[in-house]
Every structure is written in structure tokens, then in C-alpha cells.
């Protein structure tokens, strides 16, 4: 080889670093200033502090020591924002949505995973992120979970019927119940047979990914193809297997058959749909217990099973549920790449000024911090890290109000907000309150001795201290 190819491999091996190089000097100038955690590794960045298993100290160290906008390093140290500003996120997920987009990469695993479903064709594909939004809205309307809640109570009796046959009244058993809200969650959704055991293995290994995208696919395949078979013929025994058709992939494929052939879904993304939509629905638990119990046990003995009013009009239940989905959220962050931020409280620059407003380079990674917003003891008070639901009994302070935080759900960034809020967020809040209004009148909990890690990953889980398996064992006992 001469030396003008070597001279011109080096220039195409180099020039990348080169810009890379240039690029990270530039993002730093404007950005060094915001104050941060200082970093032990220039490769890592704060990476491997923020996505660690254990990442709650750091993250706790971040809400804490540096306001309501921090300088995080990413990978190479190239700098990135922690944010939980209720004025900087209204700008992120309602009033500039369309300018701050979800990284390229998320989008491709999203896409890879689950196919072209609501998670993986926002950004440059807003239009068909609305016409996926619009055929999904009536499946979670509040119509059609009033019909939906006869299923849930019967997902839910059968739990506690199999929970009563494996404890006592006279002792507390070990059971894990993480593992039966989990698959009362999936069968809530759908009977999902094999499809969970997928879904469960998607969520706590990556070993054999591909493997197990493939089940996935296989089975929410099969799935949509037995929705469309039962809708299309209109077999009434079929449509019982299915509950009557009210389930929620039964009213997806049903509208989507209605839908204008320009607004009709695909069939791949029909499928995407139902792989988002039961991954999600892994994940929700809460706690309660005493004054709850009480609440509805009087409820159940005036009304029997309570219907959707009743489940959104007692007040501790209410209050019990908001404070669980506050405190104990799920996905502590989100990721998005930003422009320009305005912000609600000033930020003190690392050399004594205050800023109101900085223009954030474009390309820069900013990381929404759900569970820091829901957190926040300017908003909340000095209480806010405890579980008291009794702030929710009457009318929250002057200070959460008028932050207006762009939440979908409560003055709460559990759910996010804006085009990115979850679809299924009142379904979840029904689920959570049909199976505490079953179990609690049947059972008392208490926490188990066993050791307890949550591990932070793309949602949240509990594990025994030492293991690897996703599980929260809990103290049961029968008292009904």
C-alpha cells in the first residue's frame, strides 16, 4: 500500500474522533457551567452510575445536592441534563413535543423488540404515531372500562381464591406476590398462555434477546390472528372465550376492522401493539393496607362489586393509590435529546450567577426525571420521600398547583404527559383498585425478613437480596 492509502485510511479512521472530539468541546463550553456530580471515569461518563442496578443513592445525590437542572456526562463525557423542572418539561413533552425527540437508538430497539407499535414511531413519524394513538383511545376510554370491570373482578377472584387455598388463618405464609400481580396483570389483559412466559423472560434476561423477541412475535401474532378470526366470524361461544369482546385486544382489532383504510393499521402494527400493551401490563403493584381494608370492606358489604365510580370515589383508596404511583414509581427516567429549556426555578451556573433560560445544544441527551419531579420538597414538602397518603385527603398546597407539572395523571410525572403519556393509565389505576378491593378484604400483609433489592432497569423491580429473580416475597394471612 502507498503511503497516500495510508495517509487517506488514517484520514477516514481519524476525522470521525476529530469531529467527535470537536463536538464534545462544544457541548461542554455551554453546558460546564450548569452545576453536576463530578465523574471518576472519562469513557463512562455517569453512565454506569445512572444505569446501574443500585442507582438510587446516585440518583437521590442528584435530586438532592444540585437543583432542578444537573450536568450528567454521558459516554466519552460528552455532557447531558438531568431535568425535573415542571416549567423545562411542559417545553419538553407538551409545548415543544415535536422538537424534542426520543433518541434514534431507543426508537430502533423499540422497533426491533416490539415492532412498529406507539413506542417506536414517534419522533419522525408523527402521523402515524396519531393515527395509532387514535385507533387505541376507545379501548381505554372510561365506556369502555366501565364494561371491562366484570373481567378484572373475575381475574381477580381467581386470585384470591388460589392464594386462599395456599395460606391460613392461623399462620403467615411466605408468598410471592409480585409473581400473582403479575400474571393477574397479564391475564387482565389477556390470557396470554405461553406469551408471558416471554414476556417475563424479556424482562430479566439478555441472554438469547433474539430468541425471545422471536416467541414474543410468534405469540402476539397468533394472538391478533384469533381476535380477527372471532371478530370477523361473530361466534358467540368464540367471543365468550374471549370475553364477549370486551377484552382490550378484542375492542383494538375490532376498531381497527371499522377504521378508513387510511387510517387502519397494518397487521405488523397491530401486533406491535399487543407486544407494548401486555409488557406493560407486567408492571403494576401497589401496598396498603389498615384504613384501606376498612374502606372497603364497608364499601363491598353496601354495594357488592364496586363499579367504576365507586372505585374512583372512596377516598383512601384513592388517596392510597395516588401516594403508591407517586412515591414508588416504576421508570425513574426518560430519555429525549433537547434544543432550548426555560425554566421555572432559577439555576445557580457553577460560577454564582443564575440562569432562567439556556439554549441547550441540539443532539444533547436530556434525562427526565420522573420519580425526581414526583419527589420534589419545594413542591411537596419535607415529607415528600415519605408514604403518607393522607396529603391526597385535602387539597394539595399552593405550590404543587401552581407548578402546573405537565403530568397526564394528578400533578404527577408517573404517567408522563403530553403526546408520550401511557395510553393505559386509567386501566392501570382499575386494575390496582379491583385487586386491592378483592385481596385486602380477604388477607392481611405484612413485609417478609427476607432482604429486598430494587433494581433499576427499564422498569423497576424488586429482588431477593443476593438473586437475580424478579419476586417480592410478602407475610400472608387469611382473615376472611
Known sequence: MSNLSFLFVGFLLVTPFIIFWRRRVSFA???????????????????????????????????????????????????????????????????????????DTHLILNLLCFGPGLISVTGKSPERHKRQRKLLNPAFSSAHLRQTLPLMYQVAYRMRESIRLRTSDDNWTEKDMMGWIGRAALELEDKAGPYAESLKAFMYAVRNLLNIVDLMDTHARRLVAEKVDAVNCGDETRFKVIGDGKDILSRLVQANSNASNEERLSEEEVVAQVSILVFAA?????????????????????????????????????????????????????????????????????????????????????????????????????????????????????????????????????????????IGFKFSQCEMKVVLSILLETFTFELSDTPIDWIVAGVQYPVIKGQGKAELPMRVKRIL
Open 282 to 422: 407486567t408492571d403494576i403493584t401497589s401496598r396498603m393496607q389498615a384504613k384501606l381494608r376498612a374502606e372497603i370492606v364497608e364499601a363491598r358489604r353496601e354495594r357488592g362489586d364496586l363499579n367504576f365510580d365507586d372505585l374512583f370515589e372512596l377516598p383512601y383508596l384513592e388517596a392510597g393509590c395516588r401516594e403508591t404511583l407517586r412515591l414508588y414509581d416504576l421508570t425513574p427516567y426518560f430519555l429525549i435529546v433537547a434544543w432550548i429549556l426555560t425554566y421555572e426555578y432559577a439555576v445557580r451556573r457553577v460560577d454564582g450567577m443564575e440562569l432562567q433560560r439556556i439554549s441547550v445544544p441540539r443532539g444533547t441527551n436530556v434525562v427526565v426525571g420522573i420519580a425526581a419531579m414526583n419527589r420534589v420538597k419545594e413542591l411537596w414538602g419535607e415529607d415528600a420521600a415519605e408514604w403518607k397518603p393522607e396529603r391526597w385527603l385535602s387539597p394539595l398546597p399552593d405550590s404543587v398547583v401552581q407548578a402546573r407539572v405537565p403530568g397526564v395523571y394528578s400533578a404527577l410525572m408517573t404517567f408522563l404527559g403530553g403526546g408520550r403519556a401511557y
Open 29 to 103: 463550553s455551554q453546558l460546564n457551567n450548569i452545576p453536576g456530580p463530578p465523574t471518576s471515569s472519562w469513557l463512562k461518563g455517569h453512565m454506569h452510575q445512572l444505569s446501574a442496578q443500585n442507582a438510587h443513592r446516585f440518583r437521590r445525590d442528584l435530586e438532592e445536592k444540585y437543583g432542578s437542572v444537573v450536568r450528567i456526562k454521558g459516554l466519552f463525557n460528552v455532557p447531558r441534563l438531568f431535568i425535573f423542572d415542571p416549567l423545562a418539561l411542559h417545553t419538553v413533552l407538551i409545548k415543544e413535543h415535536h422538537i424534542f425527540e426520543e433518541p
